[in-house]
């Protein structure tokens, strides 16, 4: 199954993120929401960050989730290459970020992304797949 595609978007980046689970899609979407702004491939494993999100819904859970992936990298000043969800009871996650520094000879930065918006943004579950539609304003 591929993890997101991009779709077409006069200014703003649109992804659609897919997970055979919930906690898959929260990690297909960082992704996702990453590679607007870097290239994932060149960012190295070698700090964590643990990200606690809540929400009342699916929908709020990751929208505030990957909020709160771009607080971190605008705040730490760091790229992030691997998601893994530590914990996911009800509307609340915990998933450990792992990345270094921003390093602008050796990271590959594309876009900055200014916000995660709530235009066009969704969350279902399509028989046994889950689906994510997401703008982020860049």
């Not at 970020?97 to 918006?117: C, F, M, P, Y």
Request: charged share 35%; glycine share 6%.
């Amino acid at each position: 199954m591929e993890k997101y595609r991009f779709l077409e978007h006069t200014a703003d980046a649109v992804f659609e993120a897919f997970g055979e689970s919930f906690e898959e899609l929260l990690v297909n979407s960082a992704e996702a929401m990453c590679s607007v702004m870097y290239e994932l491939g060149k960012v190295e494993p070698k700090e964590r960050v643990l990200v606690k999100a809540e929400g009342k819904n699916k929908e709020e859970l990751l929208h505030n989730f990957l909020g709160a992936v771009l607080f971190e990298i605008q705040s730490r000043g760091m790229v992030f290459r691997s998601f893994k969800v530590l914990s996911l009871s009800g509307q609340c996650a915990e998933i450990e970020l792992r990345g270094e520094k921003i390093d602008r000879e050796k990271h590959e930065l594309k876009s900055d992304i200014k916000a995660v918006t709530w235009h066009e943004f969704s969350v279902r579950e399509e028989g046994n797949k889950w689906i994510a539609k997401v703008l982020v304003d860049i």
